[in-house]
């Protein structure tokens, strides 16, 4: 089978034949079809986490089809088609698993591409906790960047505390962003889409925003509190200083919800007392989270837009998502 491996933190993508894996007990191998870039394949490209062992292979957005089941699997069966995101898996019986926050398990941290080959190559194991099944009437380029960019904004604003009618600005408009403004339409918020620049008001307008506020001129604060003030502020754009300038667009009980990565945002305390305001982050989701999200992808509509490259391009795949200029979600497909 084919793999873009990296081999060492900041190496080359290297196109390698490889033998096929088979799967141990509690695991599935699944014959990829196509496998989404994702801005934190940069830690395994780069090095990101001192752990890591390689050659690793990235990818955390796989999807595909049950190829073969190892021992002790229940309920998949060769066949069906099934996603895998960054939650590489858990183990049930610890702590936290018991107290139902499977994604924070305490028996090891199991990160697809990370902790084991994700989905950058022909086959890939995956955890069997960590597989999602996915419907019909998803390809499986549109069904790939659901399984981290659409889970976690699907996944983060289903559980932000916003209920339908309140409004909800969505700080950025770029991989993560163009999906929640989607969802957050879907879900029956008022929906705020918050970027920088003039020119994506009616990329905003098209996904469902009912307001745009073009954060380069406009005061977004201001703006959100003319329209009453926002229950949640779902902040996707790894810009630190944009986040801290919205802070004060929360209404009264409002959340930012935080699932971009930036730098260290600050916020004054009276700010946050006075309207009992919270600063919260949000975990992506576990394997049953995401199968929530491409199932109710299906039902509302909302796709991810996307450029595909086959899995022989990965480099140039990557050099493209990072350089933010992809619209707006890359996606590598194998041909499988
Ligand atoms: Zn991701
Ligand atoms: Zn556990």
Request: charged share 15%; with cysteine.
């Amino acid at each position: 089978m084919r793999a873009a491996q990296i081999s060492r933190p900041n190496g080359p993508f290297e196109i390698v034949e490889r033998e096929i894996p088979e799967p141990g007990p509690g695991t599935i191998r699944i014959k990829v079809q196509a496998c989404g870039v994702c801005h934190s394949d940069s830690v395994t490209k780069e090095g990101g986490f001192p752990w890591i062992q390689y050659p690793r292979v990235p990818g955390h957005e796989a999807l595909g089809l049950v190829d073969s089941v190892g021992p002790n699997v229940h309920r998949w069966i060769p066949g069906q088609r099934v996603g895998v995101g960054w939650n590489g898996g858990y183990c049930g019986y610890c702590d936290a698993c018991r107290r139902g926050n499977f994604f924070a398990c305490q028996t090891s941290t199991r990160i697809t591409g990370i902790t084991s080959d994700g989905g950058y190559a022909d086959y890939m194991i995956a955890d069997a906790s960590a597989v999602a099944l996915v419907p019909e009437g998803l390809s499986a380029v549109e069904g790939a960047p659901l399984m981290c960019a659409g889970v976690t904004t699907f996944n983060c604003l289903r559980n932000s505390g916003a209920r339908p009618g309140d409004v909800v600005g969505v700080l950025g408009l770029g991989g993560l962003g163009h999906l929640g403004v989607q969802y957050a339409a879907k879900m029956g918020f008022r929906t705020v889409a918050i970027a920088r620049g003039g020119e994506e008001e009616s990329l905003a307008s098209k996904l469902g925003a009912q307001y745009y506020i073009n954060n380069q001129v406009q005061d977004a604060a201001v703006e959100l509190r003319k329209l009453g003030g926002a229950k949640v502020i779902l902040a996707t754009a790894p810009n630190a200083e944009a986040m801290s300038a919205v802070i004060g667009g929360l209404g009264v009980n409002g959340t930012l919800m935080i699932i971009g990565v930036g730098g260290p945002i600050s916020v004054a305390p009276f700010q946050l007392i006075e309207g009992s305001l919270s600063v919260k982050g949000w975990y992506s989701g576990t394997s049953i989270d995401s199968q929530d999200t491409l199932s109710f992808s299906v039902l509302s509509g909302v796709r991810s837009m996307n450029e595909a490259l086959p899995l022989e391009r990965a480099a140039e795949a990557y050099d493209r998502m990072m350089s933010g200029k992809a619209r707006f979600r890359v996606v590598l497909t194998t041909g499988n």
